[in-house]
């Protein structure tokens, strides 16, 4: 469950910050005659997507597939010096009143895939469609910052009271609850929806090749054969399209670490994740690669469930997180490229202009001082729901994706280290991504591991914790968290938002321990030198629209 900040609304966040007016593109094309002929770009992914529904879809590799599709209000992209910045999309300038109430964009000219325009309506429509509460869309609660768009989503205001009003076919004015710091952020995953092509495709939208392939971003779907590849050929129709060089991307749907740098060395991938060692010192010592190395605003983590006869007990859980050798993992499972993780949110987060975690202590080392023992407080758990407080009679199961090389080390390194820190006995319930998801809605789970991909704000790592979001059926609901959560997506001064952040942090992490942060997840990407344009926006999917083959 990478959940990708974010597939429809949200595909990251960027930055933070009332903005009062912006408009401007970002173009970085080469000549014609610095191209190559043969304009195709070879990549993979390691899981299969799920759905394309835009409304629905919540994982990272839908998400990377409507950064090419798709194109938003906005754009996340990177500045010449790498930091990341937001530009002009589909629209064209913006503003915004003093207060930081009313927010209204104007759109360029621009076209649909088909031809037909895309206009203000289509923009209102998506939006509307993901709050609508029969869509049971998980990401409805990031729009929440739109005037009455939360009660909507509960069933307590009716569509016309949602603070969206469409001027005319351009433009399209949005009308928030309070000020909102990362408004503009959340506009990088306001993309449009065709309500006649959604209407048409009925329950069958986005769960095949002739139920996706509309869209307004730089390339369309071509070709989509779940498991196996996907294939996105160039949008004639973009409004850009003289300069998007790239005419077919090829993405194979690959589960194995090895097999994808195998790929690359052999000159079937362009470019992709490694981390093995004896894979990065084969591909380095070509000379043919460029690497690119920086925190990838995302981590791994677990989670418990709430509501399980074992995992209901506070102790258990924080005997569970203070078990896990981090410093190890990071080694062993991912040879030092990801970093240890002692708190929930990651490097490079900011409140403001402050990175959140460079003046913020991680909390689980206060937690292991206060708790030396894990399996003592274990015991005491045990103890508190009158079960056997022998730990080697307990056994526990951790729900893993896939069932390939990687995610069965990844499940037996799991099984022995709690075996040993804790002496219990851990059984896997390997499952495919669809299965996974579906099992922790349904709460069928006691113990799961996954990541989170964020934005720059730190809003972005809090607000899925909280009773309404959606995201994470586990069983948690607290009255503290929700207010503060609540009162800095209002809060416009930094200071203020970070102490409520720290003390979210301290909650979700340490007192309730609902979660265990593992790894702050790095970007560790071998990209072959004849692809020229590649952008790694540390919390937005990378768009390939400026990429060329030289």
């Not at 899981?47 to 996340?76: C, H, N, W």
């Not at 069958?204 to 590849?229: D, H, Q, V």
Request: proline fraction near 4%; aromatic fraction near 10%; glycine fraction near 6%.
């Amino acid at each position: 469950m990478k959940m990708s900040f974010r597939s429809l609304l949200l595909i990251s966040i960027l930055t933070i910050g009332v903005t009062a007016c912006g408009s401007g593109d970002d173009k970085s094309s080469s000549s014609d005659q610095d191209v190559s002929a043969k304009q195709v770009l070879n990549v993979a992914f390691t899981a299969p997507i799920k759905t394309l529904d835009v409304s629905k879809a919540m994982e990272i590799y839908s998400s990377r597939i409507f950064s090419q599709t798709l194109e938003g209000l906005t754009i996340g992209t990177v500045d010449k010096n790498g930091n990341d910045k937001i530009i002009a999309g589909s629209a064209k300038s913006w503003e915004t009143t003093p207060d930081g109430i009313e927010w209204t964009f104007h759109l360029r000219d621009s076209n649909w895939n088909d031809g037909k325009p895309v206009v203000a309506d289509d923009f209102k429509y998506s939006v509307m469609r993901t709050l609508d509460p029969h869509t049971a869309s998980q990401g409805a609660y990031m729009l929440f910052p739109i005037k009455n768009a939360s009660k909507y989503n509960s069933g307590k205001a009716k569509a016309k009271d949602v603070g969206i009003k469409v001027i005319d076919d351009h433009t399209i004015k949005f009308t928030l609850e309070h000020p909102t710091a990362y408004f503009l952020d959340v506009t990088l995953g306001i993309v449009p929806q065709r309500k006649d092509v959604v209407e048409k495709n009925g329950t069958k939208n986005g769960s095949s090749l002739k139920t996706s392939n509309m869209g307004n971003g730089p390339f369309k779907l071509a070709e989509w054969i779940p498991s196996n590849r996907l294939i996105l050929v160039k949008n004639n129709a973009y409004w850009d399209a003289k300069n998007v060089k790239l005419q077919k991307i090829n993405i194979s749907i690959v589960l194995e670490s090895s097999a994808l740098s195998n790929m690359l060395l052999t000159g079937q991938l362009d470019l992709t994740g490694v981390s093995e060692p004896e894979w990065i010192k084969k591909i380095q010592a070509t000379g043919k690669f460029n690497r690119i190395e920086k925190y990838a605003g995302s981590e791994n983590h677990g989670i418990f469930n709430l509501t399980d006869k074992v995992f209901k007990n506070i102790k258990i859980r924080q005997a569970f997180s203070l078990a896990v050798t981090r410093k190890n993992m990071a080694n062993i499972i991912f040879h030092g490229v990801f970093t240890p993780a002692y708190g929930w949110t990651p490097p490079n987060v900011m409140v403001g202009n402050t990175e959140y975690r460079a003046v913020t202590p991680e909390p689980l080392l206060a937690l292991k001082k206060k708790y030396p023992n894990p399996k003592a407080l274990l015991v005491a758990g045990l103890k508190e729901l009158g079960m056997d407080p022998n730990p080697s009679h307990l056994t526990v199961h951790y729900l893993n994706v896939g069932s390939g090389t990687f995610s069965n080390r990844r499940f037996e390194y799991y099984q022995q280290m709690w075996h040993k820190t804790l002496g219990v006995n851990i059984k896997g319930d390997f499952v495919q991504w669809p299965v996974f998801l579906k099992k922790l809605n349904d709460q069928d789970f006691q113990v799961a591991g996954l990541s989170w991909s964020g934005g720059r704000d730190a809003n972005t790592f809090f607000d899925l914790w909280t009773s309404k979001s959606g995201m994470y059926n586990i069983g948690f609901k607290s009255a503290e968290y929700d207010s503060l959560i609540a009162h800095s997506q209002r809060e416009l001064d930094p200071n203020k938002r970070l102490k409520m952040f720290q003390r979210a942090e301290q909650i979700i992490v340490n007192d309730q321990a609902i979660i265990f942060p593992t790894l702050y997840r790095k970007l560790n990407t071998f990209a072959s030198k004849k692809v020229h344009g590649l952008v790694f926006p540390t919390f937005v999917g990378s768009s390939y629209k400026n990429v060329y083959i030289k």
